[in-house]
């Protein structure tokens, strides 16, 4: 399915049948249980990925069956215009393990300037410098609300089902719009909530199934608890479109892939 919107369908009323009373509903940011302010669910939402990391993976591929991979797949093929200029500077901000910088690096040369792959959580970047190659990658351990990136600096800045767990989405677009060059671009995979019969088998899935399956495989309850929490206080595709005007993004769209289980945000900072 291909039905991308952009910022000016985005209050259309096809898009008002469950997204407003969600988007009453959503707070400024990622707050897992417990959290009380942002600097405490930054802390929740890192010790949570250190400690999930070492089955990381394969929970992924096994809850997903294997379509992250096509998720990621598509989302670098929507930017090869950039990746594939040797001098365009790229980077994958919250990139785990680095599945989504692999498939960035898919489309690149290699002689192209190395993607910078940066995450906060320690644990995960281990994983990730042991599956991207050295010479292609920089490798760093940053916090996508506070990035040691210099202002009006990179082409592409691409996150993979990191910025739901944000302490601030408004503080995060921000950041990026900042590093981001002139003409530079974003795009933010992520998941949504479909609507529909498909919505409410997967809202079954997602809610009842993954954390069942994903807490007996990583031992990690409260993980897999978090993630169907952390979506549905997520935007929804028309405020996040929103959010993205507000911080100077303009061309912005979502692309909803399968179904708009997830879906690709993306943007450009005016030249
Ligand atoms: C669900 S994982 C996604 C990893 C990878 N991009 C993928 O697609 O598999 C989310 C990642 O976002 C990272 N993350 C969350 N908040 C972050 C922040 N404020 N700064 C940097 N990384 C963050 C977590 O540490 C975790 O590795």
């Known amino acids: 399915m291909r039905t991308d919107i952009d910022s000016a369908s985005a209050s259309t009323a096809s898009f008002t049948i469950c997204w407003p009373l969600r988007d009453s509903l959503h707070s400024a940011g990622s707050r897992p249980a417990g959290a ?26 096994v809850l997903s069956c294997n379509v992250d991979r096509i998720w990621w797949w598509r989302t670098a093929r929507r930017f090869r215009h950039i990746l594939t200029r040797p001098e365009a500077r790229v980077l994958d901000i919250c990139c785990g393990t680095g599945d989504m910088t692999l498939a960035l690096l898919r489309r690149r040369s290699g002689q192209g300037v190395p993607v910078i792959a940066a995450d906060f959580s320690p644990a995960m970047l281990e994983r990730a410098r042991k599956k991207l190659p050295a010479r292609q990658t920089t490798v760093i351990e940053a916090d996508a609300l506070h990035l040691p990136i210099e202002s009006a600096s990179l082409d592409l800045i691409t996150t993979a089902f990191g ?20 003409g530079g671009e974003v795009g933010i ?6 609507g529909g019969v498909m919505g409410k088998l ?9 954390p069942a399956i994903g807490s007996r495989l990583s031992g990690q309850g409260d993980a897999y608890a978090y993630l169907p929490q952390s979506v549905a206080n ?18 912005v769209s979502w692309t909803p892939y399968s179904f708009g289980i997830a879906g690709l945000w993306r943007g450009n900072k005016p030249a």
């Open 202 to 210: 997967y809202a079954f899935y997602f809610r009842r199934i993954l």
């Open 36 to 61: 009380q302010d942002e600097a405490s669910s930054a802390r929740a939402v890192r010790e949570m990925f250190d400690s999930i990391a070492p089955r990381y993976d394969l929970l992924n591929h």
């Open 163 to 182: 910025f739901r767990n944000l302490a601030n989405y408004q503080d995060g677009l921000a950041e990026f719009f900042r590093a981001l060059a002139p």
């Open 234 to 251: 997520f935007p929804s595709p028309p405020a996040m479109l929103d959010l993205m005007r507000q911080a100077g993004f303009t061309q």
């Open 189 to 194: 995979l992520d998941f949504s909530e479909p």
